[in-house]
């Protein structure tokens, strides 16, 4: 059972950067599309950024388009989300995912990390 785990969240100001990364805890993520969502209190889970096992394929919600990058280095078994000119409506607990076809959909992701906290101060 592939176990992934976020690092990166934090506090910062409107309009700040941060960089959350996911790795896995044993297997590899070389060959597994990975996503990421985030959860703000009262809301429910929804897709950021998703990029395919191999990168070339990439999506990203709209609220992430122009400010979230998200990538892949497979020989460092790592994904990024690089977020810049954050919002307080960035403000959620953001999780990666993997799973064994590329998706933007929640439900098809089965590996889930344990989340970052990522805060956006006015």
């Known amino acids: 059972q592939v176990q992934l785990a976020e690092s990166g969240g934090g506090l910062v100001q409107t309009g700040g950067s941060l960089r959350l990364s996911c790795a896995p805890s044993e297997r590899t993520v070389r060959t597994y599309n990975i996503g990421w969502f985030r959860q703000a209190p009262g809301s429910a889970r929804e897709f950021v950024a998703a990029?395919?096992?191999?990168?070339?394929?990439?999506d990203y919600a709209h609220s992430a388009k122009g400010r979230f990058t998200i990538s892949r280095d497979n020989a460092k078994n790592t994904v990024y989300l690089q977020m810049d000119s954050l919002k307080p409506e960035d403000t959620a607990v953001y999780y990666c995912?993997?799973?064994?076809?590329?998706?933007?959909?929640?439900?098809?992701?089965?590996?889930w990390g344990q989340g970052t906290q990522v805060t956006v101060s006015s």
């Open positions: 995912a993997g799973a064994s076809v590329y998706s933007i959909n929640l439900e098809d992701y089965r590996h």
């Open positions: 990029i395919s096992w191999t990168g070339t394929t990439i």
